[in-house]
């Protein structure tokens, strides 16, 4: 019997415009990402991970457009051997078992920050899925790494994002190592991470401080004018020049050099407060970090803070950037922003002791 080859074509052709609708409803990117599957979900097994889509003590409950969200935070030491799995899911409501009424991600400006790094470590490596998205340096045992949500791993869409972090050199990462914090569209600074200790907002991150004193990230600089041109700063101990940009812009040689021979006589800077040649310095980059307030911008200070002629642009720290002598770190007071420069550039200085 033969088959009448217009109804084959009719059904060729009804076959074909329900993929053209399918893909036009789903994208193609389904036909290509179908059977992966979020380390997420309950039969996660796109890396053989178990359910990652909720650490305890890691939910943040946020407002995102007048509406109540819950924002999971991820870092885990037990997915990857001496590194750590990174993941941010939001969902809207509280209380919600994972995968349920997963929205979005709000954070914007997500920063990965590493401290407390052995002498082993000189960086940190950022897989995105199986893909490396580069190596970042290591000064004075941390890094600070900012990625763009087009670097992560997309789960699921725009609704989860995750990374793997391992070690570079000798050593490995663990849980209390990483803190992980983005802004959320209001300003408001979110941190996920026991590097973050149980806080949700507040300031950047702020390792221990040589003046004394113990740095919070959750708390920010406490400050008291000692009326001679010079600020203290109570939370850490260190004595901060009141003129953030009283030299100018130079190299960093030059305003290595200006720093040493700062003196209290009320020649310079409107300093008086009987200092010698010799006790002040530019700041190390964990220092300048101390004074930051993640919350504001332009510049990322404290509001009231006693400082005058702050520059919204990039000062020069002390710290070496390790890979290359010829550079050093600097942080961008517009935002905050941590990064090296070399050393031949032109920055301002801020003086402290």
């Known amino acids: 019997m033969k088959k009448d080859c217009r109804i084959q074509q009719s059904l060729v052709w009804a076959v074909v415009m329900v993929v053209v609708i399918v893909v036009s409803l789903v994208g193609c990117s389904w036909f290509e990402h179908k059977d992966e599957q979020s380390p997420t979900g309950p039969a996660g097994s796109a890396i053989a991970l178990g359910n990652y889509a909720q ?11 007048g509406e109540t ?7 885990s030491g037990s997915v990857v051997a001496g590194g750590l799995y990174v993941e941010i899911n939001e969902q809207n409501g509280t209380g919600k078992a994972p995968g349920v009424d997963q929205v979005a991600v709000s954070l914007q400006d997500v920063k990965l920050t590493f401290t407390g790094l052995s002498a082993g470590v000189s960086g940190i490596r950022v897989l ?12 004075d045992g941390s890094v600070e790494i900012a990625l763009s949500w087009a670097q992560w791993t997309q789960w699921f869409g725009p609704t989860h994002y995750a990374v793997v972090c391992t070690a570079v050199g000798s050593g490995s990462l663990t849980e209390a190592m990483a803190g992980v914090a983005g802004r959320l569209p209001s300003g408001e600074v979110v941190m996920f991470g026991k590097g ?26 406490t400050f008291v004018n000692n009326n001679n041109g010079t600020i203290t700063d109570t939370r850490t101990g260190l004595i ?42 530019l ?52 935002d905050g922003l941590v990064y090296a420069d070399g050393k031949t550039g032109t920055c301002y200085a801020w003086a402290v002791r």
Request: glycine content about 14%; charged content about 5%; aromatic content about 10%.
């Open 55 to 65: 650490q305890p003590g890691q939910s943040r409950v946020v407002t995102v457009n």
């Open 69 to 75: 969200h819950q924002l999971n935070g991820v870092v």
């Open 128 to 139: 995105s899925n199986t893909t490396e998205l580069g190596t970042y340096a290591a000064a």
């Open 196 to 221: 973050f200790g149980s806080g949700t907002t507040g300031g950047g991150t702020c390792p221990p401080c040589p003046g004394g004193g113990t740095c919070n990230p959750n708390t920010l600089p």
């Open 240 to 281: 901060w020049l009141q003129h953030a940009s009283c030299n100018g812009a130079w190299n960093w040689a030059t305003q290595m050099a200006w720093a040493a021979g700062l003196v209290g006589n009320g020649t310079m800077c409107g300093l008086n407060d009987g200092s010698t040649a010799g006790q002040w310095r």
């Open 283 to 334: 700041p190390t980059v964990k220092e300048l970090q101390s004074l930051l307030d993640y919350t504001r911008s332009l510049p990322a200070l404290p509001a009231g803070h006693p400082f005058t002629f702050v520059q919204n642009n990039v000062y020069w720290t002390s710290t070496d950037f390790a890979p290359n002598p010829a550079g050093a770190w600097v942080v961008y007071l517009v």
